[in-house]
């Protein structure tokens, strides 16, 4: 035993020696690190750069949590430089739209439950996939028309209690963007610049005042519906399948048309076709639209005593050229509608659900100020 002892007093001993030699060697590096001169900004920026560490680490990341918005945001682009982004864009997209416009056009409204459940908000990109049918209401009077402006949320009438199970509810509304109607126009940008290519790429449209809204004709009944996608009128047409008395195919022959409905003349003037008889042209350019717009129209049927309620009027697209545009600025009443403003379509842009820097408008009381240039420089 009093050999185990003096053993590990040895050891300890030892131990203790090494400890305080260690701790007096640190001393002395301590003491020359003090004595050396301190390092220069070009020796920091030196040792800096060559422990810089690769963009996988998260350096990067990590400063761009930590840089102003203002600095991380990139150059406004212009408006001529959207439209040839979009031009761009529009090449690389390709659309399938049949099923899209066959859900539009082919609704079922029994399909259509008119008490929704309360869920979660959908968004305007859900909404316009959303293959729900929608049911078909009252028409509205003709007196709303008038007085109600289409970005109002229209109602055909005063909303009544409904008796359930021995009391009186109010029927439970729906939900705002449940609608798949909503936004399936092409909304314009107000034009901030008159584009480049004006003359060679771009058609114009006087149009008329009124509501814009979506027409589609199918099953022998021709709807129209607002923006938000509410039902605004329900008619017979001469469009195809629009009507009880169309004689071909109700149920395949369905067209779908963007219109300006003019409440004051009961005239929808046709801006815009995106199908007809079935065959979508969504991903067709202007130029072809317009075509078929022109051609088709001429031939439809005459109206009789139950399509002749609503007219449909064509509107007629115009090259940009300078004589073109100064007629229409100094003639805007000689097409017989009141007017409203120039639409202006890029060409070759195919149709857009929503708003897009291809399509640009100018209010009636804004043509001649913003092309007084452009009209002096062309004479």
Not at 29 to 42: H, M, Y
Not at 352 to 365: F, H, K, N, R, Y
Request: hydrophobic letters at 30%; proline letters at 5%.
């Amino acid at each position: 035993m009093a050999n185990e002892k003096c053993e590990d007093k040895e050891v300890n001993n030892g131990s203790i020696i090494a400890n305080s030699q260690k701790s007096v060697l640190e001393v002395k590096l301590l003491t020359e690190k003090a004595k050396e001169p301190a390092a220069t900004v070009d020796e920091v920026t030196e040792l800096l750069s060559a422990t810089s560490v690769s963009p996988s680490t998260g350096v990067f990341r990590q400063k761009s949590f930590k840089t102003s918005p203002l600095q991380l945001k990139g150059k406004v682009e212009t408006q001529e430089e959207r439209r040839k982004r979009a031009l761009e864009e529009q090449k690389k997209r390709r659309r399938d739209l049949n099923t899209h416009a066959r859900n539009l056009a082919l609704f079922k409204p029994e399909d259509f439950s008119s008490e929704e459940e309360p869920t979660s908000p959908v968004s305007d990109d859900e909404s316009v996939n959303n293959d729900i049918p929608i049911e078909l209401t009252k028409p509205l009077k003709r007196s709303l028309d008038i007085d109600q402006d289409d970005s109002i949320l229209q109602e055909s009438s005063v909303i009544k209690k409904v008796r359930i199970k021995g009391k009186f509810r109010e029927p439970r509304r729906r939900i705002k963007g449940s609608n798949p109607y909503r936004n399936q126009v092409m909304h314009a940008e107000w034009m901030q610049e008159i584009p480049s290519d004006l003359e060679r790429n771009w058609y114009v449209v006087l149009c008329p005042k009124g509501k814009r809204c979506l027409v589609i004709s199918a099953k022998g009944k021709t709807v129209s519906r607002l923006r938000n996608g509410n039902v605004m009128n329900v008619f017979e047409s001469i469009l195809p399948a629009g009507a009880n008395s169309y004689k071909g195919n109700k149920t395949t022959d369905y067209c779908i048309l963007d219109c300006i409905y003019d409440q004051m003349t009961f005239t929808y003037y046709v801006l815009d076709l995106m199908c007809w008889k079935g065959h979508p042209i969504y991903d067709c350019d202007t130029e072809f639209r317009f075509y078929w717009l022109n051609t088709k129209f001429t031939e439809i049927e005459r109206p009789t005593a139950n399509t002749s309620t609503y007219k449909f009027n064509p509107l007629k697209a115009h090259y940009c050229d300078q004589d073109k545009i100064s007629f229409l600025i100094k003639n805007p009443h000689s097409f017989g509608y009141r007017p409203d403003g120039l639409l202006f379509f890029n060409k070759r842009t195919q149709y857009v659900l929503g708003d897009t820097p291809l399509c640009g408008w100018v209010g009636i009381e804004k043509v001649e100020e913003m092309f007084e240039d452009f009209i002096k420089q062309k004479k």
